[in-house]
């Protein structure tokens, strides 16, 4: 059974730092992509950031300059180190891994972890 699972949110002020880890079990994930969304109140989950099995990296505009993702294949986890806080980085985070390219695709999603940005 494949497991999801993130930990390091909390409540932070601005322009401070929190790094997010995400473990991830069940199945082999050295090739899957590996990211980080996030859901604000009322608004669209979107993507903040993911790396593909080659390092290779993608960032959501507003977090260009401030957030890092990085992976560990071998404890297959993933990070998010998140420096400069904004209180528009409030939100619920959520990891994902998946290869939708793959057919059949796979997609698996953590319960998520809050971030709150405020002073």
């Known amino acids: 059974q494949v497991q999801v699972v993130e930990s390091g949110g909390g409540l932070v002020q601005p322009g401070g730092s929190l790094r997010l880890s995400c473990a991830a079990s069940?199945?082999?994930?050295?090739?899957?992509?590996m990211g980080w969304y996030r859901q604000a109140p009322g608004k669209q989950r979107e993507l903040v950031a993911q790396i593909f099995s080659n390092a290779t990296t993608d960032y959501a505009d507003s977090v260009k300059g401030r957030f890092t993702i990085s992976r560990d294949n071998a404890k297959n986890t993933v990070y998010l180190q998140m420096n400069s806080l904004k209180p528009e980085d409030t939100g619920v985070y959520y990891c994902?891994?998946?290869?939708?390219?793959?057919?059949?695709?796979?997609?698996?999603w953590g319960q998520g972890t809050q971030v709150t940005v405020s002073s």
């Open positions: 994902n891994v998946h290869r939708r390219d793959l057919r059949p695709q796979w997609d698996h």
């Open positions: 069940g199945r082999a994930f050295s090739l899957a992509y």
